[in-house]
């Protein structure tokens, strides 16, 4: 492209960003009277036009020049804020006039797509004043806990780990061990931030959908108990089939992040019992009478079990090292089977950390397989015991799909 071509682009994208911006502030601001705005569309278009011809200066060779027109514009913004301040408190507006300044220049020094991208969250931003008012009114002390430990799990550490094989037998990256803790305490965040938002108003099975996520034998516990104290509403036990039936999906989804090799050959094996769970789950709540929901699990974003997780799943690693040259993949596939037994998670990582030669990906998809089997004989333990011989129906439901699940592992086990 010609050169004056790729700088009109570059003003237009500026003017159009800068327009865009005040289309939204001049709609927010219409009811004000005259002469009291400060910015409106032409002046938010001004100051988008203003720091693309900054940023092309810059571009061209100009930093004086670019710097002057910046500060200039600026000096200007806090000048005419500064007495509006006083009778109508509020930064929103100012603000978004810097930003859009700044979207501008980057807009004049090249990224005009970036630029207008900017312009377009910024815009949204602003539009949903009141949805993000009222999601934040949502929150209680322990939510805002809850996010400020996810933070730090995911923005306060990874970025600034070492990403290279250390420790014994190289089974340790510190980069992809903490990139793990991340994404298992992400889907128990995403968990916890639905339950916050809309589990409260949809019920036990909106409980069980959510708490599946993260915890699907917490919410058997929880339904199961609540059928055996008689204050059943009629979806518990939908209830309780249905988070199994969540823990099928998320156990995919992991895989597919943390172990993709095995990935086909484990959905193979978890196939038929998925199917069978969710279509008993399906048949429950049709069943089922609307009712409402139990407390759901706790909050599971917490630092010390994420530490804890994180030591497990490190020592794992090694003791995988170790029994590939000693014992071979079938005593891989038995420590993944041990280990999954206790925490499922730390087996799907363990076994995605493995070389593709420690441990072919169907004998690692049958043990894998086999931790899950291993998971809902508990859940149909607590089921028995909490509902005290009352949740006839999920039992039936959790044991057909452990008779499916078996039934897969034989075959795959026969055909290796």
């Known amino acids: 492209m010609i050169d004056w071509a790729d700088e009109a682009l570059r003003i237009g994208a500026a003017l159009a960003a800068g327009f865009l911006i005040g289309i939204e502030r001049g709609w927010h601001l219409?009811?004000?009277?005259?002469?009291?705005?400060?910015?409106?569309?032409?002046?938010?278009?001004l100051l988008g036009l203003a720091g693309g011809l900054?940023?092309?200066?810059?571009?061209?060779?100009?930093?004086?020049?670019?710097?002057?027109?910046?500060?200039?514009?600026?000096?200007?913004?806090?000048?005419?804020?500064?007495?509006?301040?006083?009778?109508?408190?509020?930064?929103?507006?100012?603000?978004?006039?810097?930003?859009?300044?700044?979207?501008?220049?980057l807009a004049g020094s090249g990224s005009g797509g970036l630029a207008v991208a900017a312009a377009a969250v910024t815009v949204l931003l602003l539009a949903l004043r009141d949805e993000l008012h009222g999601f934040v009114g949502r929150f209680d002390e322990a939510d805002v806990k809850a996010l400020a430990r996810f933070a730090v799990i995911a923005l306060g550490v990874l970025p600034f780990l070492p990403n290279r094989p250390m420790?014994?037998?190289?089974?340790?990256?510190?980069?992809?061990?903490?990139?793990?803790?991340?994404?298992?305490?992400?889907?128990?965040?995403?968990?916890?931030?639905?339950n916050r938002t809309i589990g409260a108003r949809r019920g036990t099975i909106a409980v069980?959908?959510?708490?599946?996520?993260?915890?699907?034998?917490?919410?058997?516990?929880?339904?199961?108990?609540?059928?055996?104290?008689g204050e059943a509403g009629g979806a518990e036990e939908a209830g309780i089939v249905l988070a199994s039936a969540v823990m099928y999906v998320r156990v995919i989804l992991l895989m597919a992040i943390l172990a993709p090799r095995v990935?086909?050959?484990?959905?193979?094996?978890?196939?038929?019992p998925l199917i069978v769970t969710w279509a008993a789950a399906l048949w429950l709540y049709r069943k089922a009478a609307d009712s409402e929901a139990p407390s759901p699990?706790?909050?599971?974003?917490?630092?010390?079990?994420?530490?804890?997780?994180?030591?497990?799943?490190?020592?794992?690693?090694?003791?995988?090292?170790?029994?590939?040259?000693?014992?071979?993949?079938?005593?891989?596939?038995?420590?993944?089977?041990?280990?999954?037994?206790?925490?499922?998670?730390?087996?799907?990582?363990?076994?995605?950390?493995?070389?593709?030669?420690?441990?072919?990906?169907?004998?690692?998809a049958l043990?894998?397989?086999?931790?899950?089997?291993?998971?809902?004989?508990?859940?149909?333990?607590?089921?028995?015991?909490?509902?005290?011989?009352?949740?006839?129906?999920?039992?039936?439901?959790l044991g057909a799909s452990m008779i499916?699940?078996?039934?897969?592992?034989?075959?795959g086990w026969m055909r290796l």
């Open 167 to 194: 420790g014994p037998y190289g089974a340790w990256n510190p980069w992809m061990l903490w990139w793990v803790v991340v994404v298992v305490t992400g889907f128990s965040f995403v968990g916890y931030v639905a």
């Open 404 to 411: 499916a699940l078996a039934i897969s592992l034989v075959v």
């Open 263 to 272: 990935l086909w050959p484990f959905t193979l094996v978890v196939a038929v």
């Open 54 to 105: 900054g940023g092309l200066l810059g571009a061209k060779g100009q930093p004086l020049a670019a710097g002057s027109i910046a500060a200039a514009a600026a000096a200007i913004l806090v000048a005419g804020y500064f007495n509006r301040a006083k009778a109508r408190p509020g930064a929103t507006t100012p603000v978004a006039a810097l930003v859009t300044l700044a979207i501008g220049f």
């Open 30 to 45: 219409r009811t004000d009277r005259e002469g009291t705005r400060v910015a409106g569309v032409r002046t938010f278009a």
């Open 367 to 397: 043990a894998l397989g086999g931790t899950i089997l291993v998971n809902m004989a508990v859940k149909l333990g607590v089921t028995l015991v909490y509902a005290r011989g009352k949740g006839g129906g999920a039992a039936l439901a």
């Open 297 to 364: 699990p706790g909050n599971p974003i917490a630092l010390i079990p994420a530490l804890g997780f994180l030591i497990f799943i490190a020592a794992a690693a090694v003791v995988a090292r170790w029994a590939e040259g000693r014992f071979g993949q079938e005593g891989i596939a038995a420590l993944l089977l041990i280990m999954g037994s206790m925490n499922v998670d730390a087996a799907l990582v363990t076994a995605g950390g493995l070389p593709p030669q420690a441990i072919s990906a169907v004998l690692a």
């Open 208 to 229: 069980a959908v959510i708490g599946g996520l993260y915890s699907s034998t917490a919410v058997t516990q929880s339904l199961s108990q609540r059928i055996g104290s």
